[in-house]
């Protein structure tokens, strides 16, 4: 496999249940990222993770879980979601997770998750 | 705060050439990205500038005026797989980038 992969593709959950989303990347990249994308609204950055460290959380409800157990996995812990969480998650990797203004990051094609 | 601005759509013809801008108010500048989305895909990228000028790849092009703080991207000989939307991003003086909401773009045969 290349590039950066997540499973599922889509998701439906209720408001009560617990999902996580899983993402890979087989570039060798050393950081990863969480980001949400509603219609027509920029991408908005949840969480940065270098070298398996958090590094960012934007202010993201802690109904939102993120884990990196290493270099090339990460996961998004979902639990008691509201209907606004609807939307695409995409993850994506770079190699060096910031300080290098060229640090260009590769994307997966995201979960789709409509929150019921 | 910052902000980046661009159109949220815009209709071309196959076969014609297109120009998306980006304006951008950033803390502090240290380049700008474009990227490519097709409809339930991922983002992909297309192009880098940190420096003034015309950056040419095939036949997509982006310019980066850094006094203005504005951006496009040209696309020339448009196909029908060209339809998409072109999200531009800025990088900020901590290197975060601040994404816009993304042009879609509509070819028309």
């Known amino acids: 496999e290349t590039g950066v992969t997540q499973t599922p593709r889509h998701l439906v959950m209720g408001m009560t249940n617990k999902k996580s989303l899983k993402c890979e990347q087989h570039l060798g990249h050393n950081a990863m990222y969480w980001y949400k994308q509603s219609a027509k609204k920029p991408l908005e950055l949840m969480f940065v993770y270098n070298f398996k460290e958090q590094t960012e959380n934007n202010s993201v409800p802690s109904r939102f879980s993120p884990e990196c157990p290493n270099s090339s996995h990460l996961f998004l812990h979902l639990h008691t979601l509201q209907p606004e969480d609807s939307a695409l998650y995409l993850c994506?990797?770079?190699?060096?997770?910031?300080?290098?203004?060229?640090?260009?990051?590769?994307f997966g094609p995201g979960t789709r998750l409509t929150v019921l | 705060g910052q902000n980046i601005d661009q159109p949220t759509e815009m209709t071309a013809t196959e076969g014609a050439i297109v120009q998306i801008n980006c304006t951008y108010q950033t803390s502090g500048f240290n380049g700008l990205f474009w990227y490519q989305q097709h409809a339930g895909e991922a983002p992909t990228f297309l192009s880098y500038?940190?420096l003034d000028g015309l950056e040419e790849k095939g036949r997509f092009s982006s310019f980066l005026s850094r006094s203005k703080g504005y951006s496009y991207l040209l696309l020339k000989e448009l196909q029908m797989k060209d339809s998409a939307s072109y999200l531009c991003a800025a990088t900020d003086s901590n290197y975060q980038l601040i994404w816009g909401a993304g042009t879609k773009l509509i070819i028309k045969p």
């Open positions: 500038n940190v």
């Open positions: 994506a990797s770079s190699p060096t997770g910031g300080g290098r203004a060229s640090d260009t990051q590769y």
